[in-house]
């Protein structure tokens, strides 16, 4: 809103909101690292209030954003002034000033942001994803909610994470001049925490056949691996 001083009138007060459908009270968006494979972390970005559902210069209101599956928060989220224009442009205007200190609550986080006019906020934060199990594929996902002193407006966004598979197997040979049969088995390509006491693999093969040679390890890398198993 803008006040105008007309002469000879009262002053007259304008309030002016941004352009159609280029603001939104909460928007969020997430991307997985490593192109979404096998990932290690997972980065949030949320715009909140460029619609200017608030304008005002007095309270506060409350970012909360809730996980859901295997991830957690790490490190300190930031929080980013959005200069809202009545043409619909949005622009970045520094960190928030004095940094609002965010509250965690195990799996919640909740940043009260100071109410401002013509003023919308970024915050960015990062999710560390854990171990969801023996499966190929997995969503993290959260819930962000922007509450106003009038309405509180949620948004739900889910990123998937694939992972390799937890065992493989596959052979080469036989062949005419050569009648042994080549295995390789792929072991914990789905990137899992395995305690060294748990991590055995057993191999069993019928009567029929005779293991020859010695067992070759190597990391997913192709690096050959000299030590640390037997």
Do not use: C, M
Request: proline share 6%.
């Amino acid at each position: 809103s803008e006040d105008i001083e007309v002469p000879g009138f009262n002053t007259i007060k304008l309030n002016f909101q941004p352009k159609a459908n280029n603001g939104q009270t909460i928007t969020k968006t997430g991307k997985a690292d490593r192109e979404g494979i096998n990932s290690e972390f997972i980065t949030w970005e949320v715009d909140v209030n460029t619609n200017l559902i608030v304008n005002t210069d007095t309270d506060t209101t409350i970012f909360t954003d809730t996980l859901s599956g295997e991830h957690s928060f790490v490190g300190s989220p930031t929080v980013t002034v959005l200069n809202i224009f009545p043409n619909g442009e949005i622009t970045e205007a520094g960190l928030l000033n004095p940094e609002p200190t965010p509250l965690f609550d195990g799996n919640k986080l909740t940043i009260k942001l100071p109410n401002k006019a013509h003023t919308g906020y970024r915050i960015n934060y990062t999710t560390q994803v854990g171990d969801p199990g023996n499966v190929e594929s997995a969503a993290f996902g959260n819930i962000a909610s922007y509450k106003t002193p009038t309405k509180e407006v949620k948004t739900e966004v889910n990123v998937k994470v694939g992972f390799g598979k937890p065992l493989e197997k596959e052979s080469s040979g036989p062949t005419a001049t050569d009648l042994a049969t080549y295995w390789t088995i792929k072991y914990n390509f789905n990137k899992r925490s395995i305690p060294a006491a748990n991590a055995e693999l057993t191999d069993v093969w019928t009567a029929t056949q005779v293991s020859e040679g010695s067992v070759e390890v190597y990391k997913e890398d192709g690096s050959k691996v000299t030590s640390g198993y037997t």
